[in-house]
DNA sequence: CGATCAGTTGAGAATGGTCAAATTCGGTGG
DNA sequence: CCACCGAATTTGACCATTCTCAACTGATCG
């Protein structure tokens, strides 16, 4: 089993006791190894969903354009994570896919999907839940835009990425490697990259967090916790619950 | 059968074609009526999430508390929606949930949940797939509050509303009854109260739509689908992918 | 009939946007 | 090694959307 399948499965084994049988279907999700270039659009907006991807390396976004030209990225994907899936079983894409650096993942087909949920229901129920843990990041992501100042929604986003990173074996309590530019985070947080830059000046200023050269540093992890009202508990999880 | 069950067995069997014991798990989650005063919180933050509940009459909406006072609202329910699901399944809820109005909603237990998901496992699919729709939804909102002027995101919030109230037989093309307050908007929409005043007298100005005394009319919808960006196919479905 | 809550309006302030121009940095070719 | 190119970042000046504070209206209710 390769790393990427034991990450996934582990991560899918939060929520359900996954047995022979649904290891075996997953694992059938992982036959087709790819590999995307940066700035390549994985998955169009608006087109049936033919296949999902799940992420063995690299970053990638997902993200809606709007009609006036304006885009606004609603999640950024990491190792680990599915990308497209929701294209899949709504059987309609509703927000596009780009590789942010080069990416290896495994691409699976819808009909694999379908044919692996109906074999295995457990396994369709676990990857679904998980889904739903991501929905909650959305949640958190959307409070970021309706509520929080500019400065708050940096803090925030930043925390949270570093959770996730840490979650798979990426960046530490200090800081991580991160090929965001500053155009990625204003189309994330909603900011445009002018404001992007004053802030993370500010902050940097402030002492709580620098982000340079494709590096945060979480100078005063403390201070920014406090600045983003940040609370972690969303992200943990401790035992399957469906036994 | 009642109403309500017959609307959440098709809402779920747009996804999974669903067999006869999981039809009979699904009405075991039906067993506890329940009935709350207007304003009553349902659900609160923080708390393990001990039930969730199936909307049968009145509106809720589920929000977040930020630590300055000020909240943010995720999202409205609607009759035949569910509320708290995600606070069972990740045991800890990240969201409060409010009644709007006067409402009546079927009470199930975390254990009812998982023991029911364990046992029709195409039953759990077919709930986490309704859920990830709802997801696209949040999604939807989420643009809104990043990328959307005021105006736009009322429009937008208005249409998407009305039209998921037609879906369940509430409202018409020509608008709906609406209990939400200003207050409520300013939530949703990332705004405060005052400036959601200012928009929709603007809208009402404009000849596009009149939010007054309960009521949404929509006195020009292809102008304000023209305005809101707006495209109804998210919420679209027709017929059940797993068989 | 006072109290309360939702809605309405005005004036001034602030956060963040837009436009425009440097500057830095990582390659790339000579 | 160096000059150069394009992309990313940085900064300044000005502008606009939206917020805050404050006051007032109108409906509803005990």
Redesign the interface.
Known sequence: MSILQSALTRKLSA?VALADADLQTLARFHRRRRSFAAGHQMIHEGQPGQSAFILAAGWACSY?M??DG???I?DVQIPGDFLG??GV????T??SVEAVTHLEASEVLASDI?EG??QA??L??AV??A??????M??????D????SADERMAHFLLELGARLRLVGAGDAAGFDCPLTQYHLADL??LSAVHVNRVLRHLREEGLVTFQKGRVVFDDPAGLTELA?FDR??LD?DGP???
């Open positions: 929520f809606k709007l009609p304006t885009r606004q609603v899936l929701r079983l709504l059987r309609t509703d927000h379908l949920f109906a229901p457990r369709a129920a679904l839940w889904a739903s843990r991501d929905e909650a959305v949640v958190e992501h959307l409070v835009l309706g509520r929080r947080l909603g009202g508990s969303y999880q619950l469906l036994r």
